[in-house]
């Protein structure tokens, strides 16, 4: 049985040693094949300071993508300490938004799962990994991959000073997309794997990308995605 995205998480920042491989292999031939992890470079990000505001500290734990991927470039960094220090420095500020009454719990806690997945999805670009096994239906590493993408596009954005509501709007459009999947628990997520998989083995139905996925957006996803994109441009 697989891992449900929960459990996943919490080996974040461990290297399991049955997911090494010498190549990427397919499971089931109709399922598209998923390609090796490749390093992404890194970006140039300012350093984190310690007396700061709590929302402040969250921006400055999204900008830390690009040293997180260098850090486990130069130092073949597979524990990973760095990526844990990020979503501890990270909750911590959430909690506090939490006690202001600036954020609701729910909120703060998708807010914390997609961070978590973002860097653990940069880490795993870039430890010294060939590759491993895919899952025969996986949508974790292209939603945290939205996520990553985005936090460099808004950052850019917010950097230059100049904002295109166009390109407002297809950031929020696909933040809720990412954030309604983060929204969904293990069961529900083991119930659409086993879904797509059903339909594609017995119907031969392809396997949709995760940009054609159907989601719900609920209440909760909707401000999770308002509120990281705020906090990414600076609002």
């Known amino acids: 049985m697989s891992l449900t995205r929960r459990d996943f998480m919490k080996l974040f920042g461990v290297t399991v040693a049955s997911t090494l491989l010498t190549r990427c292999s397919r499971i089931v031939p109709e399922v598209p094949a998923q390609t090796c992890y490749e390093p992404i470079a890194p970006t140039d990000l300012p350093p984190t300071l310690s007396s700061i505001p709590a929302r402040e500290r969250l921006r400055l734990g999204w900008l830390r993508f690009g040293e997180l ?62 590759c491993y096994e895919p899952m025969i239906v996986d949508y974790a590493p292209s939603s945290a991959d939205v996520l990553v ?28 997309h990412d954030l309604a999947f983060y929204d969904l628990n293990d069961e529900e997520v083991e119930a659409l794997y086993d879904r797509l998989l059903r339909e594609s083995q017995v119907g031969g139905q392809r396997v949709p990308s995760f ?3 159907e989601l719900e957006l609920t209440p909760e996803a909707k401000d999770a995605a308002h509120f990281i994109l705020d906090l990414l441009t600076g609002k």
């Open 69 to 130: 991927s260098q850090k486990t470039i130069a130092e073949e960094n597979a524990d990973n300490a760095l990526g844990q220090q990020m979503t501890a420095d990270h909750r911590a500020a959430l909690d506090e938004l939490v006690a202001s009454g600036e954020i609701s719990v729910s909120v703060a806690d998708l807010v914390q799962e997609s961070y978590e997945a973002a860097v653990y999805h940069v880490w795993r670009l870039n430890v010294p990994i060939t």
């Open 211 to 213: 940009e054609e996925l």
């Open 149 to 176: 993408k985005q936090s460099e596009v808004l950052t850019q954005i917010a950097a230059q000073g100049t904002i295109d509501p166009a390109t407002l709007a297809s950031a929020q459009s696909a933040l809720e």
